[in-house]
């Protein structure tokens, strides 16, 4: 059997012995919406029917910031973004577009530079605001108070003082949020340096994992923050793996989570009768896989399909390389993957170096290959192995008693999985 998996910015065939008992993973199907425009027009329509609140009430001079995510996430920004600030124009009419600023909310990404921030909010969609990269080192900070886990709440200034806060984000799952979206794309998108690593460091507890919301700590703390730093405005979309966006949320944080994380479970939370032998799982393709970095999720949440000590083949062409220093430094120090995570463990969360232990914790369980564009010295670097399809599938099934049963996952880093029955 020969299947195409995306890769990249395209796809990678891989063949399958006809011998397996091969069953292919996607997320379950759900329309589109017909106009990403109108579903956004409509959403703040029936916002504002629920909710008057909701409309901006600004004075002469006051400003608005509005946080939207890095490239990392596929969101239709240059579709969306004229459509919430016409919608602020016509309510608050004092507005003008020099009190509106747009910050690019990368979390501990590297701050972009002005080319790319042009290329992500050219000047034409948002004409006469101004766009900023958020540098979650560098960026001066409003501070919020503490969360009850412990957490400072800083964000960036421009933001955290601004007299009318958006956020446009994606609900996705995520292996130790639960779900993104709502206040994440503030909190973590915006976020100081602390506040991220502390809030991440919450992940050690059980519940943090895909797919939980209300019971799971990192969450909790997430939500918790944003209603510190007073968001007023969510605009929340799930989109499929193709970039169609399913639907729409727009209304305060905590309502466009609650109902969007719905929609979110029935598109990527897919039943398995029993986890598999091996599973070749693709990260989704550009730009799920624009790093290493980013791929992990995808190793994480494909790791779920597995039969404990089960076999993984990792499909990630990391264009942009590792993705991150302090992961690379950090994993570097170390021999094996147990190592990694007990150093980590005794020194407790900082991120990027989390990057590793989340890397271990799956390396620990599976034997695990990567596909990838990276050199294969890199990859041994960060305890990984650097295969073909061809190679790692022909080693796997030499030899194998019976049957082997192989998952093929289109889109690994946002597919979530549960074994019917439980």
């Known amino acids: 059997m020969k299947l195409e998996l995306k890769y990249g910015e395209g796809t990678l065939e891989v063949e399958v012995p006809d011998s397996a008992d091969v069953t292919v ?115 001066p900070m409003k501070d919020f108070g503490t969360t009850s886990s412990g957490s400072p709440v800083q964000v960036n200034q421009v933001y955290g003082e601004a007299d009318y806060k958006i956020v446009i984000g994606q609900i996705d799952p995520h292996q130790f949020v639960g779900f993104t979206g709502g206040a994440k794309g503030v909190i973590i998108g915006c976020g100081s340096a602390k506040t991220i690593e502390h809030n991440h460091g919450l992940m050690f507890n059980e519940q943090a994992r895909v797919g939980v919301l209300a019971e799971n700590p990192v969450r909790q703390d997430l939500n918790e923050a944003g209603e510190l730093v007073g968001i007023n405005l969510a605009v929340n979309m799930v989109m499929a793996p193709n970039k169609d966006v399913i639907k729409v949320m727009i209304g305060k944080p905590l309502d466009t989570l609650a109902e969007g994380t719905k929609s ?31 791929a992990q999720k995808g190793l994480n949440l494909a790791s779920q399909a597995v039969k404990p000590g089960g076999k993984i083949l990792l499909l990630a062409a990391a264009p942009q390389g590792v993705g991150d220093d302090v992961y690379l430094d950090y994993v570097s120090q170390f021999e094996t993957p147990q190592e990694v995570v007990s150093d980590f463990r005794k020194k407790g969360f900082k991120m990027g170096a989390h990057k590793a232990f989340l890397f271990g914790r799956t390396l620990n369980q599976f034997d695990v290959a990567v596909t990838s564009e990276l050199d294969p010295a890199i990859l041994k670097q960060c305890q990984l192995r650097a295969a073909r399809p061809e190679e790692a599938l022909g080693e796997w099934l030499d030899g194998f008693e019976g049957t082997p049963r192989i998952g093929v996952i289109m889109n690994a880093n946002t597919m979530y999985y549960y074994e019917k029955g439980e």
């Open 25 to 139: 993973l996607e997320p379950n199907q759900i329309a589109p919406v017909p106009s990403v425009e109108q579903a956004v027009i409509d959403a703040l329509a029936d916002a504002q029917a629920k909710d008057a609140g909701l409309v901006p009430d600004l004075k002469e001079g006051q400003k608005v910031a509005i946080a939207v995510p890095d490239e990392t996430r596929p969101l239709p920004v240059k579709k969306v973004l004229p459509i919430v600030l016409k919608w602020l124009y016509e309510h608050a009419p004092a507005l003008k577009p020099e009190q509106v600023t747009v910050i690019v909310g990368g979390g501990l990404h590297p701050p972009l530079e002005k080319a790319d921030l042009d290329r992500l909010v050219p000047p034409e969609v948002a004409p006469g605001c101004t766009v900023i990269s958020h540098d979650a080192v560098n960026s």
């Open 264 to 294: 979110c479970a029935a598109l990527y939370g897919v039943g398995i009768d029993e986890k598999f032998d091996i599973v070749i799982a693709s990260c989704g393709g550009y730009p799920k896989d624009i790093c290493l970095y980013q």
